[in-house]
T-cell receptor
Framework: ETGVTQTPRHLVMGMTNKKSLKCEQHLGHNAMYWYKQSAKKPLELMFVYNFKEQTENNSVPSRFSPECPNSSHLFLHLHTLQPEDSALYLC????????????????FGEGSWLTVV | QKEVEQNSGPLSVPEGAIASLNCTYSDRGSQSFFWYRQYSGKSPELIMFIYSNGDKEDGRFTAQLNKASQYVSLLIRDSQPSDSATYLCAVPNQGGKLIFGQGTELSVKP
């Protein structure tokens, strides 16, 4: 149990489908993140939310649409995805956005494996 | 130059040996450094952080930081098969982003 819960754990969707990934953190953190992890590539930061305000959009295509209704919940809405979007999508949280002092860092959920067919 | 660079491996060591994992970074202003472990099919979990030059020990793990040479290492003593995983180095850049290396795959053979 990491304190960050993601659902679903596995998702297979067609290129014309619309689906959503959900993330909930129970750590009392103020910042939440979406990362993408593809095979043999470094983790890619997609979005950052701090106190439910988006502070970072790392040039992510518009077919990925994040939503953060409060500091504990984060969604990633998916539509008209491409096969190359198949990857592990990781949600993470931290005490504060992009502040890494005294060991403050990000904590990951278990991830959602996405396959686009 | 990549912001955070790691040898992707795989690094193979026999059980009981010392595994040495290395990471170099490009931003001289970086202050904190993190090591995550990721088992196959799982998410990364934090195992060590270090922000002062020198060594930091936690059980069988030792992180070594050399800011002048811009590298940070992770040593695993008495390696066990359960240590087999991918180890990710993460370094904040001046823009405040936590940048991950691509990870080094470690295999500990019984």
């Amino acid at each position: 149990e990491t304190g960050v819960t993601q659902t679903p754990r596995h998702l297979v969707m067609g290129m014309t489908n619309k689906k959503s990934l959900k993330c909930e953190q129970h750590l009392g953190h103020n910042a939440m993140y979406w990362y993408k992890q593809s095979a043999k590539k470094p983790l890619e930061l997609m979005f950052v939310y701090n106190f439910k305000e988006q502070t970072e959009n790392n040039s992510v295509p518009s077919r990925f649409s994040p939503e953060c209704p409060n500091s504990s919940h984060l969604f990633l809405h998916l539509h008209t995805l491409q096969p190359e979007d198949s990857a592990l999508y990781l949600c993470a949280s931290s005490p504060g956005a992009l502040q890494y002092t005294s060991g403050n860092t990000i904590y990951f959920g278990e991830g959602s494996w996405l396959t686009v067919v | 130059q990549k912001e955070v660079e790691q040898n992707s491996g795989p690094l193979s060591v026999p059980e009981g040996a010392i595994a040495s994992l290395n990471c170099t970074y490009s931003d001289r202003g970086s202050q904190s450094f993190f090591w995550y472990r990721q088992y196959s099919g799982k998410s990364p979990e934090l195992i060590m952080f270090i922000y002062s030059n020198g060594d930091k020990e936690d059980g069988r793990f030792t992180a070594q930081l050399n800011k002048a040479s811009q590298y940070v290492s992770l040593l695993i003593r008495d390696s066990q098969p359960s240590d087999s995983a991918t180890y990710l180095c993460a370094v904040p850049n001046q823009g405040g982003k936590l940048i991950f290396g691509q990870g080094t795959e470690l295999s500990v053979k019984p």
